[in-house]
């Protein structure tokens, strides 16, 4: 039974050390948009195909299958491209444990992650009162649920953008040193 533990620890080392590499790959990726100003304008992308898959749901079995379709597909696009970059430029605060965060970055991490949950909390209460509303509608428990999985998703991009949005830009000093160091 002792030794149970220790594979256990050894296991979660070897998750960590693996988590710790893509960090150090991802963070000397895309260097020139490592500024405020593409981290915003990713952000104000991400947002908006948040918005459009919330559109997306409310249009949902209302509208054409083809309205419904182009807004969803291309706000998941939009969103998804938009939210891999923003993970990629915001680096290990938007990842979840890394044992390299300074207090700063652990810090913000705490920061935005605590205002993600309560947004997340709120938007599932919106999301239960619009199934609430439409549960007695033609395909009310469908667009409920396309409304759950649009709200949801949303709330989970809320850290990454407020990371997006808040983070002042990168020292360049430092990219060029962490370049040096390999």
Known sequence: MTEQPGRLAAYWERQLDKMDERELRHSRRLPGWRTRRRRRALTTALALADLGLIAGAAVFTTAGDWLFGAVWVG?????????????????????????????????WRHRVTYIGFQVLSYLMIAAMIYSLLVAHAEDGGLRGAMMISALLVTGTTVPSLLLGWSLPDDDPEDFEEGMRND
Not at 85 to 94: A, D, E, H, K, V
Request: proline share 0%; aromatic share 6%; no cysteine.
């Open 75 to 107: 706000s998941a696009l939009l969103g998804g491209v938009s939210f891999l970059l923003l993970r990629i430029l915001t680096g290990r605060m938007s990842g979840g444990f890394s044992r390299l965060l300074d207090e700063r970055e652990r810090e």
